[in-house]
């Protein structure tokens, strides 16, 4: 039988009790995930206190629903964020993204249970063209001193019946954690300053005369002088401008590849993961044992579909079935492996791939950090960070310079539903 729900989630946890009185401070976060306890952590290792509601679990959305990968720049995508913002302001994104990884490594240190390891990522062009972008993309990053090497012919390595006409591997700087495991014990690490509550949803926000917000839970109101966002994009309350935001269903699954001789060869580039570049994007990496996970795009009107229906154990089955067959498109040697578990979820991008991070136009106590696509591990953490930092006025020259890239402004902002 299929499992389902996230691989990361399925442990004990006891959820913080949730919000019981009313209370006044200084700072509200609503989000429980990789942006919020980011935001939390940063806040209270400078001392600040604050409160974070989050509706059901800290990193039950999307962080725990992710495959844990910590990118550091858009795979593949490289050439196009110098494009849209030169060179030297794509290469700063890429190293404060590449810091951040190496917080979340220091971090992890000494807690095997956080899996942090680093790894290799291996993008595939499964057309000709694609190959010449990523040949295009390699001369780029090797010119920008990113460690890289491209490939002709993979599917020799790969040993896929599948044609792929080139792949580029990025050597250094890409990793992976347990990001469910992660994010929760930096929430712990918060609570010498920062007050959490779970199973606390903010059904209302208000703005009260002297500009100062008050957030309702069904029971109890938290009253704050700087509201911090970080909800992903999907709260009812935080309204987004749809059009800013594409939203894209993805399922993860965790497979077992029956057939040793499968498993030895995936093996060969398991310690990179493959990514397509193709419209239905699917992605493989390590687990552990002979386990790995396998990631494939859908259609968000499926996604939202699949989550329903997949309580039901035959339909379960036959999700594990279309997953499968959409993955042995990409990754042939999958076919005869066994999905054992399986699990979806939704993330939100903007249209350019930018994340959206700093002060709101419209309401200068209204932070937030939002619409990071599937680089929302590195950017969700680095964007609460940030966001501490615009609260307590402390950016550095280049948090000020990123901020100035990636800050809301007309167009790409969020409405507050007060
Ligand atoms: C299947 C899948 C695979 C992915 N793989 C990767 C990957 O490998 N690498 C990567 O970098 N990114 C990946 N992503 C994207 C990444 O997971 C997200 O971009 C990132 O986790 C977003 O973090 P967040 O904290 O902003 O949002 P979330 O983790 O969704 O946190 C938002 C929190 O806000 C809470 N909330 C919402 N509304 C309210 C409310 N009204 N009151 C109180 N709380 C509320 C939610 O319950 C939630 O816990 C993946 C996403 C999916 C779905």
């Known amino acids: 039988m299929v499992k389902i729900g996230s691989y990361w989630l399925d442990y004990a946890y006891s959820p913080r009790s949730p919000l019981k009185k009313n209370i006044k401070t200084d700072v509200a976060i609503i989000g429980g995930g990789i942006t919020g306890v980011s935001a939390a952590f940063h806040l209270a290792s400078r001392g600040i206190e604050c409160v974070l509601l989050e509706k059901s679990t ?228 390590p687990i552990s044992g002979n386990k790995i996970s396998v990631t494939y795009e859908i259609r968000p009107k499926f996604l939202s579909a699949f989550r329903h229906i997949v309580e039901f154990p035959i339909i379960r089955n036959i999700a594990a079935y279309v997953v499968k067959h959409g993955l042995a498109k990409v990754f042939p040697l999958l076919e005869k492996s066994r999905i054992d578990r399986i699990w979806g979820c939704k993330y939100a991008s903007t249209k350019d791939m930018m994340p959206i991070i700093g002060r709101d136009p419209k309401n200068s106590n209204f932070l937030y950090s939002i619409g990071y696509g599937d680089h929302g591990l590195v950017f969700g953490f680095l964007g609460g960070k940030m966001l501490s930092e615009v609260y307590t006025k402390t950016q550095s020259r280049r948090t000020k310079k990123l901020l100035s890239l990636l800050k809301p402004k007309n167009g790409r902002n969020l409405t507050l539903k007060t």
């Open 58 to 285: 800290i990193g039950s959305g999307s962080t725990g629903n992710s495959e844990g990968n910590l990118v550091p720049l858009p795979l593949g995508r490289f050439r196009e964020l110098v494009e849209k913002v030169g060179r030297k302001n794509a290469l700063d994104i890429y190293n404060a993204s590449v810091s951040v990884i190496r917080e979340m490594a220091n971090l992890s240190k000494g807690r095997p249970d956080l899996s942090f390891h680093y790894t290799k990522k291996f993008v595939l062009a499964t057309t000709r063209a694609q190959a010449g972008l990523l040949k295009k993309e390699f001369k780029l990053t090797k010119a920008c001193n990113i460690k890289s090497r491209f490939i002709p012919v993979p599917h020799k390595v790969i040993g896929a019946s599948k044609t792929f006409y080139g792949g580029l591997i990025y050597e250094s700087n890409f990793a992976r954690i347990n990001p469910a495991r992660f994010v929760r014990e930096l929430a712990t690490r918060s609570e010498k300053s920062v007050k959490i509550f779970e199973n606390t949803p903010v059904k209302v926000i208000r703005r009260l005369k002297d500009g100062r917000f008050e957030l309702s839970s069904s029971t109890h109101r938290v009253v704050c002088n700087t509201l911090i966002a970080a909800t992903e994009t999907f709260s009812s309350e935080i309204a987004l401008k749809d059009k800013n935001f594409k939203s894209i269903g993805v399922v993860a699954a965790i497979a077992e590849p029956l057939d040793k001789n499968v498993l030895r060869k995936l093996k060969i580039d398991i310690n990179t993961r493959v990514i397509d570049t193709s419209e239905n994007y699917a992605a493989i990496g």
